[in-house]
């Protein structure tokens, strides 16, 4: 198999400790998520937010956490009212217009449930619907 890296997500070390009502907890706090820079994959952050919320990738952080994980949430700062990056596999949590103009107009706060799907039946999805 042609091993390939497709991007990175970093996970806050500790749990996050206020986590709103619609997430499953206890929940990870998303720091980072990015795709390499290709011309021939336009939707390669899909597929690390897919493969970050994989029964794979619940497995290790329950392994590294010691403890059960349910969840995760981040915060992404953009100039519309919702992030295209998360749109479809995120639920936006909540909504608020920054006053700080270097971050973006608005402040959103996005979370889903881990372990929706294997790696393989993830990348299925990614073909499926962002190729």
């Given at each position: ?117 294997d790696l393989k039946e993830g990348l299925a999805l990614w073909k499926k619907?962002?190729?």
């Amino acid at each position: 198999s042609n091993n390939k890296i497709v991007g990175c997500f970093a996970i806050l070390s500790e749990m996050s400790r206020s986590v709103p009502a619609l997430l499953p907890s206890p929940t990870v706090y998303l720091l980072s998520d990015f795709a390499v820079n290709t011309s021939q994959y336009k939707k390669l952050s899909k597929l690390v937010l897919i493969a970050l919320l994989s029964k794979e990738t619940k497995l290790m952080m329950q392994d590294i956490f010691s403890q059960r994980i349910m969840s995760t949430m981040t915060t992404a700062f953009a100039e519309n009212s919702t992030s295209m990056k998360y749109r479809g596999l995120f639920s936006l949590l909540s909504r608020k217009e920054t006053t700080r103009d270097q971050t973006g107009k608005y402040q959103l706060q996005y979370g889903a449930s881990l372990g929706q799907w294997d790696l393989k039946e993830g990348l299925a999805l990614w073909k499926k619907n962002y190729l």
